[in-house]
């Protein structure tokens, strides 16, 4: 049993760890490593533009690799990180970041899903106010005597039944 | 027996909310998947309107002098195409760039992106080398400048160094009259 544990837990830990490999290759090291750490901060937030859902860090498609190395120029060049993401986002367009920006055209990213829940909430709320019954709403009339016949019969039944 | 209904039934329209919103979401997400003319790798380009970036380097061709940014922008409209020898929808497009620039009589400037010098030449030999100059982008740092994410790309820049136009893949030929369109527009 312990070792069927044991396989479970090392599959899970596989399966979890996901694609841990960069695709930086060793000789992109920068040769100060000040720059080498700014450099694969920004290497995650830029997305690879032709594999959609990967950073340059993780892919190791050709453009990913000029990209790093466009990075890496600007950072010999003198840039900030800012500096550095703009004079990407000027080529390649806010898509290029992995962190979308706040602008018209994410607005529908940014807003619709707690437009989503609030309309979600509003639902539910008039939905609950709808199906209470308020008391002065309650049927009020006397009962017919026809309820009243049924009533008793009932009651008489109910009797009948707990005293055999 | 029969049972008396005490509880007023719950109104239905506002589980319609959530159900109309998911509903919205799927048909939006349907529709740009099945959207028949819909390139998902395509990507505007933000360097519409904006000076060319720079095509300076040596040339593919042994013996041509170095290309210059002088080349582009100067005294009319250039398409600035980018390819290599490895690009099969390069090749699709070949013949309709040859045609613009010995038919039309428009300039054109390649960017071989990281090519064997010796394959891109090839390439020229092969089907005819329809270029006024090509610039050998050994490293990419040319294409990336320009913010090229697949080949080929093609820009239209005007007579003042301003990009205007960016296709994206091949040139085919029953796009060529639009792009002529535009080429002329710059002019």
């Known amino acids: 049993m312990i070792r069927r544990a044991t396989l479970l837990g090392a599959a899970l830990a596989v399966l979890l760890a996901g694609p841990a490999a960069a695709a930086v290759m060793p000789g992109e090291a920068m040769e100060d490593p000040a720059l080498e750490a700014r450099a694969r901060g920004l290497y995650q937030e830029l997305r690879c533009v032709v594999c959609q859902n990967q950073s340059i860090y993780d892919s190791d498609a050709e453009i990913a690799a000029d990209l790093r190395a466009l990075v890496r120029e600007r950072l010999r060049a003198g840039d900030t990180d800012p500096e550095v993401r703009d004079y990407i986002v000027a080529r390649y367009g806010t898509y290029v970041l992995l962190d979308p920006p706040m602008e018209p055209l994410t607005y529908a990213l940014w807003f619709g899903p707690p437009a989503l829940l609030v309309a979600g909430v509003v639902a539910i709320a008039v939905w609950r106010r709808r199906a209470a019954v308020p008391l002065d709403e309650a049927p009020d009339a006397p009962l017919s005597d026809e309820e009243r016949v049924r009533l008793a019969a009932l009651v008489d039944e109910g009797d009948g039944e707990q005293r055999a | ?187």
Request: hydrophobic share 45%.
């Open chain 2, 1 to 187: 027996m029969e049972t008396v209904e005490t509880k007023r039934r719950r109104p239905l329209w506002p589980v319609a909310i959530p159900l109309a919103a998911f509903g919205g979401v799927v048909g939006f997400l349907a529709y740009m998947l099945l959207l028949d003319d819909r390139d998902p790798t395509y990507l505007p380009s933000p360097l519409i309107g904006k000076p060319a970036p720079s095509v300076a380097g040596p040339s593919l061709l042994e013996g041509a002098g170095d290309v210059t940014d002088g080349m582009v922008g100067a005294g009319g409209p250039v398409l600035v195409n980018f390819f290599a020898s490895w690009c099969l929808p390069c090749r699709v497009e070949h013949p309709v760039l040859t045609e613009i620039a010995r038919e039309a009589g428009v300039t054109l400037i390649g960017v071989n992106y990281k090519d064997a010098p010796d394959a891109g030449r090839a390439f020229l030999d092969e089907l005819g080398n329809p270029y006024a100059a090509i610039v050998a982008d050994q490293t990419g740092a040319i294409s990336v400048n320009w913010g090229v994410t697949g080949l080929p790309e093609t820009f239209v820049v005007d007579a003042d160094g301003t990009i205007v136009y960016r296709h994206f893949g091949p040139i085919l030929p029953e796009q060529r009259d639009e792009l002529m369109a535009i080429v002329e527009g710059a002019s």
